[in-house]
């Protein structure tokens, strides 16, 4: 008996890169040899420009007007925290290089190479893909969802892993929830010195949190039902020993 789904669809790297955008509250920024960290001082728009409100005084703006418009000359780098206190915080990276130009007291922020890095590894991601993809829709709620998860239903979380592979939880110490997204849940498999990730795809892509809700109480079905079967199975067993 197969204990895991075998759908696993998951967003694409635009998809991904934009939903880091969205959800993030911080970037540091690399130009001019000297690099600032911007918390709660960034927006984005439809397009995935990444547009910055910085002090008239900062250096990143006497930087930008000084540069050779064009030319690459400032790194954007945005880190995606696991919001659940998990070993390896960091889910992913992603990077912007390119050029600011000066914009309603701002900086905009015009990228010439996106870089998304994951455990998988770094990929490029194409200017057209990033800029016409859409953030996942619950990127910017899945902080709040997650924690809530842990928090007030860890025992929602164990039935969870009745839909994981019992080669999978072996040694297992603690699983934890580590990223939802439209596509599925991701949880984190702890061991004493190691750790490991699966995901549960969801069986139709979750448009909002409504959709997420009924997604979950599928999941949980299934877990329930495949705990009844491994019940019966062990039972056929015993049975047939005695």
Same mark, same amino acid.
Request: glycine fraction near 8%; aromatic fraction near 4%; charged fraction near 25%.
């Given at each position: ?22 959800? +993030? ?10 690099? %600032? ?13 990444? *547009? *910055? ?7 990143? &703006? =006497?930087?930008? *007007? ?38 309603? @007291?701002?900086? +905009?922020?015009?990228? =010439?190479?996106?870089?998304? $890095?994951?455990?998988? @590894?770094?990929? !490029? !991601?194409?200017?057209? %893909? ?14 709040? #969802?997650?924690?809530?998860? +842990? ?8 039935? &969870? ?12 110490? $603690? ?14 498999? %702890? ?18 949190? @409504?959709?997420?809700? %009924? ?9 329930? =039902? ?5 019940? +019966?199975? #062990?039972?056929?067993? =015993?049975?047939?020993?005695?």
């Amino acid at each position: 008996m197969d204990d895991g789904p075998s759908w696993t669809a998951a967003p694409g790297a635009g998809e991904r890169a934009r939903s880091i955008l969205a959800a +993030a509250w911080s970037c540091a920024v690399t130009a001019d040899g000297g690099r %600032e960290e911007f918390v709660g001082a960034h927006t984005v728009d439809d397009n995935g420009r990444v *547009i *910055i409100d910085v002090p008239e005084d900062s250096a990143l &703006l =006497t930087a930008a *007007i000084c540069a050779p418009r064009g030319e690459p000359s400032a790194v954007l780098e945005f880190a995606d925290v696991a919001p659940v206190p998990v070993r390896s915080r960091i889910r992913a990276r992603l990077w912007l290089a390119g050029w600011f130009s000066p914009e309603d @007291g701002g900086l +905009a922020f015009h990228a =010439t190479r996106v870089v998304l $890095k994951q455990p998988t @590894g770094a990929v !490029v !991601v194409p200017l057209d %893909e990033f800029a016409s993809a859409e953030p996942d829709p619950l990127a910017t709620a899945e902080a709040h #969802l997650l924690t809530h998860l +842990a928090d007030a239903h860890p025992d929602a979380v164990e039935q &969870l892993t009745r839909l994981v592979r019992r080669d999978s939880l072996h040694g297992a110490v $603690k699983v934890q929830p580590l990223a939802v997204d439209r596509h599925g849940l991701t949880l984190r498999i %702890e061991r004493a010195r190691a750790h490991g990730d699966v995901r549960l795809p969801f069986h139709a892509p979750a448009g909002d949190v @409504g959709q997420l809700t %009924e997604r979950m109480h599928v999941l949980l079905t299934q877990a329930a =039902t495949a705990s009844c079967a491994r019940a +019966a199975l #062990l039972r056929q067993r =015993t049975d047939g020993d005695g």
